[in-house]
């Protein structure tokens, strides 16, 4: 089993930045590629950006250049910097775990067993 933990959400400004953080737990020695996905209110959960166990990055359209992604290996963790944030950009953030899984499949939400309970980001305008 993994358990996930997010952390970092909040309130900010437009143009503002928050940092998210997902501390892993379990299954720590195994590799896993690790995702973050959003759900705005009366939306659907979308895809925000991944990173393989090997480094590899990927990440949605409305999201590239503004934020970045990366882990830290020996601290079961995983970061979302999100800079110069939009008011479109609010919504419950969601840290997700899989293994096994490369590539643009780490964008589809099914392939990841595994979900942080969320942390809220919310930017004014």
């Known amino acids: 089993q993994v358990q996930l933990v997010e952390s970092g959400g909040g309130l900010v400004q437009a143009g503002g930045s928050l940092r998210l953080t997902c501390a892993a737990s379990g299954r720590a020695f195994m590799p896993y590629s690790m995702a973050w996905f959003r759900q705005a209110s009366g939306k659907e959960r979308e895809f925000v950006a991944a990173?393989?166990?090997?480094?590899?990055?990927y990440y949605a359209d409305s999201v590239k250049g503004r934020f970045t992604i990366s882990r830290d290996k020996a601290k079961n963790t995983v970061y979302l910097q999100m800079n110069s944030l939009k008011p479109e950009d609010t919504a419950a953030y969601y840290c997700?775990?899989?293994?096994?899984?490369?590539?643009?499949?780490?964008?589809?939400?099914?392939?990841?067993?595994?979900w942080g309970q969320g942390t809220q980001v919310t930017v004014s305008s």
């Open positions: 997700a775990a899989s293994f096994g899984v490369d590539g643009i499949r780490l964008s589809r939400p099914n392939v990841h067993p595994y």
């Open positions: 990173i393989s166990w090997g480094g590899s990055t």
